[in-house]
């Protein structure tokens, strides 16, 4: 495969990595890959960097939820925004 993530792909990455960090990480990984433009770094830990702001991070279960939403699971029929 290759080209970027379809919408359906980047939602099961997501539920991927929010089960592998509940079930699977111990307390860090590092992991790289190379990618057409150099090296990719992937940090993935039970704490944040020191000194970092809590903001920094994107909260994957919040767009998680928002992206597989479906309304018949809520009472407003209106799409929640994505970005949001």
């Known amino acids: 495969?290759?080209?970027?993530?379809?919408d359906a792909?980047?939602?099961?990455?997501l539920g991927l990595l929010r089960r592998y960090c509940a079930h699977d990480l111990d307390q860090w990984?590092?992991?790289?890959?190379?990618?057409p433009y150099g090296e990719a770094h992937i940090?993935?830990?039970n704490?944040?960097?020191?000194?970092a702001e809590r903001d920094l991070?994107?909260?994957?279960?919040?767009?998680?939820?928002?992206?597989t939403w479906r309304p018949d699971e809520d009472q407003d029929s209106s799409?929640?925004?994505i970005h949001g």
């Not at 990984?29 to 990618?35: D, H, V």
């Open 47 to 51: 704490g944040s960097p020191p000194d």
């Open 79 to 81: 799409r929640p925004d």
């Open 57 to 67: 991070f994107h909260d994957i279960d919040r767009a998680f939820r928002r992206l």
């Open 43 to 45: 940090m993935i830990s």
């Open 29 to 35: 990984e590092a992991w790289r890959t190379t990618t």
């Open 1 to 6: 495969m290759d080209g970027p993530l379809s």
């Open 9 to 13: 792909e980047f939602v099961q990455l």
